[in-house]
């Protein structure tokens, strides 16, 4: 079956998990691989990657959604913030809204992927409070993110 793989990325993260998308899949069988563009529109299945801005996908990738009729699609995606998958779960039911009832959502996937340094000094500018000391241990956590553990455990969920 043909495949296209349309993501947006801002600072690389969702990009490593294109690439991966597409290692785990025929070279031959590929349509189109770039930013969200109607070329995808080709494909059988459609691999969508956003990265998470305000809680929900970021801008680009939900205009590319709003525009699907009766594809098939794979959500994939990284946030910042990682641990719990109940937040992963929020994330894409909000990336859902942007689809219409014929658009068959085949599978998803989300992990953390590492933000600017600049979010670290805000962070750090805050006044102490455990939450301000959450965020730092997050964005600690997420610097190493994703790792070659997030791009296995995704190559494996697309190929079962
Ligand atoms: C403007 C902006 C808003 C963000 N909002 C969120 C958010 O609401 N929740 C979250 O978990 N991460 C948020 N992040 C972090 C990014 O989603 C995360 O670093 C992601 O992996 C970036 O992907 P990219 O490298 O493909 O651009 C935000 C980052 C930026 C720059």
Request: negative net charge.
């Amino acid at each position: 079956m043909s495949y296209a793989i349309a993501y947006s990325s801002r600072t690389g993260n969702t990009a490593q998990l294109a690439q991966a998308v597409r290692e785990a899949l025929s070279e031959e069988e590929c349509r189109y691989f770039g930013e969200p563009h109607a070329e995808a529109l080709v494909a059988d299945t459609i691999y969508v990657g956003f990265w998470t801005d305000k809680g929900t996908c970021d801008e680009q990738t939900a205009h590319f959604l709003k525009g699907l009729t009766n594809q098939r699609i794979f959500l994939f995606g990284t946030a910042g913030f990682g641990g719990a998958p109940a937040y992963f779960d929020q994330i894409l039911g909000r990336v859902k809204e942007n689809l219409g009832p014929n658009v068959q959502v085949v599978g998803t996937y989300m992990c953390q992927g590492k933000m600017p340094q600049v979010v670290r000094d805000r962070y750090e500018g805050m006044e102490d409070s455990p939450r301000r000391t959450a965020m730092l241990e997050n964005f600690d956590r997420a610097l190493c993110h994703p790792d070659q553990g997030d791009l296995d455990r995704l190559k494996e969920q697309i190929t079962h």
